[in-house]
């Protein structure tokens, strides 16, 4: 079995998945929507994944105030995992991304990825670090 992480954007949704030993996170894809608030696509894609990768559970970015509070962004986010948990029955680990997006824009910079490519990949990037940062933690309490 794999863990999937997932980073909520406003358009978007990056994917990433573990390896099955559950050591390390793989970008997989960005799924994109037209609007905000359409997610039966994006939960049916996210449910395809889930069966093509064996998932059996999910991390989701929560997207924390730097001041640990819970915005707007936080709020869609609680939603978002409540519809995945009904949706598809796995349970929906909620990990703070503070700083992800900024960790996954510096890393392209440093890969010398040009600014305006960067969008392109930034959520994906973003879904990695979350992932992988949930993974790291489990393997210092094991």
Known sequence: MRIMGLDLGSKTVGVAISDPLLITAQGIEIIRRKEENKLRQTLARIEALIVEYEVDRIVLGLPKNMNDTLGER??????????????????????????????ADKAMMEAGIR??????????IAACLILQGYLDSRAAFS
Do not use: C, H, I
Not at 117 to 123: I, L, S
């Open 74 to 103: 936080a709020q869609l986010s609680l939603e978002f995992k409540e519809k995945l948990e009904r949706r598809t029955g796995l349970p929906v680990v909620m990990w703070d991304e503070r700083l992800t997006t900024v960790a």
């Open 115 to 124: 600014r305006e490519n960067r969008k392109d990949y930034v959520d994906m």
